[in-house]
């Protein structure tokens, strides 16, 4: 069973161009998370998402970013005109349906890092 | 909103030695997940300890474990027996039992294990 897949693992754009991250969950798993980690920070939760909802975006910027989960597919997290500021290492986590009081452990891909020159 | 400290920003052990992180959190919350992840330089987060708060045990896995204090809402980890493997930046993390399933992660500290 693969684990969390995201790609790029590296990627570098101009500031003012569309930046597209990729993250494909763990098999059987409908339940996509994204997070961001600035240099020297912990993770900080962007947005939650199941199959064709977005459950929670609280922690998105309110411009420039947009994320998805179609009903075939990877999960995108889109950033539109990108900005030095946002270079980070972006993480994606997956979890299954949470049954009874089963925690429904999270599991993490290697992260894509995003450097914007 | 719920908030993690973790006071430490790094912290050094002897190889074969015992080391304390502590993580300190905030929620007005009753029932919730708490989490010890370790990313070393490859980045790759990896879960290694888990306590529901509901637990009064405190968990163990191998070389780790952790002291779970409800009332006064700490849970430190402690790695016995320190290899150079686990060398790594470690974070604390919070999860609602609830709805919200999103983790809320502490600053973060970076261990060093001297040979």
């Known amino acids: 069973n693969a684990g969390v897949m995201q790609n790029p693992r590296h990627l570098v754009r101009r500031r003012g161009q569309e930046a597209r991250l990729r993250c494909s969950p763990m098999?059987?798993?409908?339940?996509v998370y994204w997070y961001r980690q600035l240099p020297e920070e912990g993770l900080k939760f962007m947005v939650y998402?199941?199959?064709?909802?977005?459950?929670?975006e609280s922690g998105m910027p309110k411009e420039r970013f947009s994320a998805e989960f179609p009903k075939e597919g990877p999960s995108i997290l889109r950033i539109q005109q990108v900005v030095r500021g946002d270079s980070a290492a972006y993480f994606c986590?997956?979890?299954?349906?949470?049954?009874?009081?089963?925690?429904?452990?999270?599991?993490f891909g290697q992260g894509t890092r995003l450097t914007v020159v | 909103a719920q908030t993690v400290t973790q006071s430490q920003p790094e912290m050094s052990v002897q190889e074969a030695e015992t080391v304390t992180l502590s993580c300190t959190y905030d929620?007005?919350?009753?029932?919730?997940?708490l989490f010890w992840y370790k990313q070393p330089p490859s980045r790759q987060m990896i879960l290694v300890i888990r306590?529901?708060?509901?637990?009064?045990q405190n968990a163990t896995e191998n070389r780790f474990s952790v002291n779970f204090q409800k009332a006064a809402k700490s849970f430190s980890l402690k790695i016995s027996d320190s290899q150079l493997g686990d060398a790594a930046m470690y974070f604390c993390?919070?999860?609602?039992?609830?709805?919200?399933?999103?983790?809320?992660f502490g600053s973060g500290t970076q261990l060093t294990v001297l040979p």
């Open positions: 986590a997956s979890s299954p349906i949470s049954r009874g009081r089963g925690i429904a452990e999270a599991f």
């Open positions: 098999k059987g798993h409908s339940h």
């Open positions: 998402l199941q199959k064709e909802n977005i459950i929670d």
């Open positions: 929620t007005s919350e009753s029932d919730y997940y």
């Open positions: 306590q529901e708060a509901y637990k009064q």
């Open positions: 993390a919070y999860r609602s039992a609830g709805s919200a399933r999103q983790l809320t």
